[in-house]
Nanobody
């Protein structure tokens, strides 16, 4: 099992930046694909970014491409999401998730989820 704890959310002005972190417990972190998702009020949870087990492959939603960077440090059991040029529409609870190598954008393919961290972008 993997337990995930997100941090780094907060209130930021439009155009600003945030770096979200997700710390994982357990000794098998490097065996999981990691993803970031977000859920805005009244909306469904949506895919944001995904990184392969080694960190050599990444994939982004069109809505954040060019503004977000996902990375991981397997020695620290941590995955990061750097968000730049933030927009009010980025306001959401951000979740990290762990899944098998085949997991990409589909929520159901991820096995473990964190509790989320709130990101609020003011205009």
């Amino acid at each position: 099992q993997v337990q995930l704890v997100e941090s780094g959310g907060g209130l930021v002005q439009a155009g600003g930046s945030l770096r979200l972190s997700c710390a994982a417990s357990g000794r098998t972190f490097s065996s999981y694909t990691m993803g970031w998702f977000r859920q805005a009020p009244g909306k469904e949870r949506e895919f944001v970014a995904r990184i392969s087990r080694s960190g050599g492959s990444t994939y982004y939603a069109d809505s954040v491409k060019g503004r977000a960077t996902i990375s991981r440090d397997n020695a620290k059991n941590t995955v990061y999401l750097q968000m730049n040029s933030l927009k009010p529409e980025d306001t959401a609870v951000y979740y990290c998730a762990a899944g098998p190598p085949s997991a990409i954008v589909t929520i159901e393919t991820y096995d473990y989820w964190g509790q989320g961290t709130q990101v609020t972008v003011s205009s």
